[in-house]
């Protein structure tokens, strides 16, 4: 299987069939995925069967898609870009979405054991575009460019 392939099956499975999501990763406690942002290490992560039922559960609504847009591998590693889209829910992240399909930008980073399964996952999404399509008024400055003012963002 080809590393598109695979990332297509990683994200396939993530949303439409957790049995066939969860065979990829290695066994219960020989995995950590990453997926939350807090700052105590034991809540922002699954390393559990039981977590990554609970948890990876908000995957499969029928409301999210992704779709893998770029994959770069190397020694035991892969980088997923993948766009993310929410469609039909009445909130997200408890603010009503009025109908609105959300998009965004996503990228997860796998690593993988001797035999091929995963041992750790790192998946970031780009949430200030969907919460900017909600309204907040959220400031992405490009900062990286090149004559960027710091002194504009006050």
């Known amino acids: ?25 290695a066994g219960s406690e020989e995995f950590v995925i990453e997926t939350r942002k807090v700052n105590d290490h034991l809540g922002d992560t699954i390393s559990t069967d039981d977590e990554f039922r609970q948890d990876l559960a908000v995957w499969a609504d029928g409301r999210q898609s992704m779709t893998v847009t770029e994959v770069f591998s190397g020694n035991g590693h892969v980088m997923i ?24 930008k996503a990228s997860t980073f796998l690593a993988f054991n001797d035999a091929g399964k995963i041992i750790l996952e790192s998946t970031v999404v780009n949430e200030n575009p969907l919460l900017q399509q909600l309204g907040l008024p959220i400031i992405t400055p490009h900062y990286w460019e090149e004559g960027f003012d710091p002194a504009s963002l006050g």
């Open 1 to 25: 299987m080809t590393d598109i392939a695979y990332a297509q099956k990683w994200a396939h499975t993530r949303i439409n069939d957790q049995a066939a999501h969860r065979d990829l990763y």
């Open 81 to 104: 870009h993948w766009d993310y889209e929410v469609a039909g829910a009445d909130a997200y992240r408890g603010l009503p979405t009025d109908g609105k399909t959300l998009t965004t």
